[in-house]
């Protein structure tokens, strides 16, 4: 297992989520495909129209959006620090503060 998938496991586990496992997957299920909906609009609207390369191209987000949820539920539930999310998936603090805003 890497690290993520290690840390997604934790952050996943009802004593840090605050919900069960089948609620957080329902959730990102009903949440994702809005989620890509509205940032798909906002890269639009900043670049002032269509793509101009295919989907696909250009950086990855180094949260996928399930650890991007992860990450603000144990952070609102738990109040722990943006460096302790950060370490727990090998990220740095900044992603993670980005992923929560």
């Given amino acids: 297992m890497d690290v993520k998938s290690s840390a997604r496991a934790a ?3 009802q004593a840090l989520s605050g919900t069960s496992r089948q609620h957080l997957a329902e959730l990102v299920a ?3 495909p809005e ?3 509205q940032r798909e ?3 639009r609207e900043r ?3 269509d793509r101009r390369r295919e989907a696909g191209a250009g950086s990855k987000h180094r949260l996928m959006f399930v650890d991007r949820v992860l ?3 144990a952070h609102l539930r738990r109040d722990l620090p943006y460096l302790a999310l950060a370490v727990l998936l090998g990220v ?3 992603t993670v503060s980005v ?3």
Avoid: F, K, Q
């Fill in 41 to 43: 609009s906002a890269l």
């Fill in 47 to 49: 670049r002032g129209g």
């Fill in 30 to 32: 009903e949440l994702a």
């Fill in 92 to 94: 740095d603090r900044s």
């Fill in 99 to 101: 992923a929560i805003r």
């Fill in 71 to 73: 990450v603000t539920l």
């Fill in 11 to 13: 952050l996943s586990h």
């Fill in 35 to 37: 989620w890509e909906a």
